[in-house]
């Protein structure tokens, strides 16, 4: 898949990077949308349908093929050489949501599952983030409360109720939280579930505000 620390020739060519008019909170691609000549954001029909507690949001590839692979490459393949290209491309798609004040903070894992894992994918996307876009990083700023089940194969109204009260700031670090711009990292983004319990986190401990990347989008289709 990689050479060089970057994709092959092929797997290039087949992977789907988000690009063109996307969803401002969530990054999520709108075909055949226009960016409004006034400047207006575009808000897909979830997003308008389902309050997110984060201002914006993006994402660098669809959560399919190559991208697929990529991300689980990384967080069960221990394909770490592909971390830092990786938070390159999600570097450009968060381009707008960067500015000199912001801390990157990665979603958490429990403690039992980075355990087995060994490594928090997340906490690497966010410090290899953070030092390409040259801001500050606080990779433990939140903490997994409990051990949640596998969000596979839930609902929406399912993965939300799993993620509830389910992460929460640290109790050493919540003090690089407070009057901060926070941007949350996460490798997928799908239902949103997790990134909104970690930005509901991030405000409980006073952040400012709280803007979210994903690594990859998992995008509907008809």
Not at 127 to 143: K, M, N, S
Not at 152 to 165: C, K, Q, S
Request: charged share 25%.
């Amino acid at each position: 898949m990689a050479q060089d620390h970057a994709l092959c020739p092929a797997c290039w060519r087949e992977t789907v990077f988000i690009a063109g008019p996307v969803c401002d909170q969530c990054g999520i691609p709108l075909p055949g949308a226009a960016q409004d000549a006034g400047g207006d954001d575009l808000t897909c029909d979830d997003c308008l349908s389902v309050a997110r507690p984060w201002g914006r949001g993006r994402a660098a590839l669809l959560y399919e093929g190559t991208g697929r692979r990529v991300v689980l490459a990384i967080k069960h393949g221990d394909r770490q050489d592909m971390v830092r290209p990786a938070a390159g491309w999600m570097a450009r798609a968060a381009a707008p949501l960067v500015r000199p004040d912001v801390l990157v903070v990665p979603v958490p894992l429990h403690w039992s599952r980075l355990l087995a894992r060994r490594f928090n994918q997340s906490a690497a996307l966010a410090r290899a983030l953070a030092a390409r876009a040259g801001v500050d990083c606080c990779p433990d700023a939140l903490v997994r409360t409990r051990a949640t089940a596998t969000q596979d194969r839930r609902d929406r109204a399912g993965r939300f109720a799993n993620l509830d009260g389910a992460i929460a700031a640290h109790p050493r670090r919540a003090g690089r939280l407070a009057g901060r711009r926070v941007l949350l990292v996460d490798d997928v983004m799908t239902s949103g579930a997790t990134l909104a319990a970690a930005a509901d986190a991030c405000l409980g401990a006073g952040a400012a505000g709280v803007d979210v990347v994903a690594l990859a989008r998992v995008a509907k289709r008809d």
